[in-house]
């Protein structure tokens, strides 16, 4: 039930596809992420700490692209008001077949439903905590904006919005810096060259990283009062927005 390691992209392919959110990957996902994204554990960990704190009676805690619901178990852990209702989305069958599996068997009092729907058309509202973790950087560029306002109307005021990202740098040797320095971590986790480079092809096109001052600027003409980048380790961020 996604407790496989990731060898994905171990042996040699004679072409290599895009990136897909599949049975494949959905099996050895926990592996893949955090052996590939420097800091994942702590922004796992600090959602629910965050969310503990913004959670409001009688409202709605979302995790868009939940995955196996590493981000909505956490805040399952930390929210105990009863009257929270915690709902994950995510648009890869295998994701929430698996993620309905692991739900299942983790006891809470806190109502969690699971919808296989696009977070650009999932029904929100009445929300006081809303997490985008490396979900955000899936969406074609020019639909980030329209996605980010849904939610922000979505939110009632003192909510807070949570967003992990890949980012790329605007300088240009920061950018390659950054990017060896995310190999690097990889290759110490035990990914070879030949995986480090075909998952990178495969995302080519599809993991469109932004700067950080693009996710600032998207979310202050949302509306949102106050910004703040909470985590960063290389090119993986993350950035609280407060309505
Ligand atoms: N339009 C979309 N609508 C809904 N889901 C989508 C869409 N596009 C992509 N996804 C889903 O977003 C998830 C991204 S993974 C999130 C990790 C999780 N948040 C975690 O913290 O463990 C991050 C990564 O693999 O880098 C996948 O499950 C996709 O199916
Ligand atoms: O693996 C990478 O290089 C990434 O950028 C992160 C990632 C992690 C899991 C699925 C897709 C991308």
New binding site residues.
Partial sequence: MGNRKDSVYANPLTEVHQ?KFDDRVAQCFPD??TR??PGYETIIAMTGVMAQRFAQADSHIYDLGCSLGASLLSMRQHVDDASIQIIGVDNSAAMIERCTHIVALNNSPIHTELRLEDMQTTELCNASVVVLNFTLQFIPIEERGPLIDRIYAAMKPGGILILSE?IRFEDEHLQQLNTELHHEFKRGNGYSDLEIAQ??SS?ENY?RAETIKSHESRLATAGFSSIDVWFQCFNFASVVAIK
């Fill in positions: 990136f893949m992420i590939s994204v890949k998952k990178r995302l993991l």
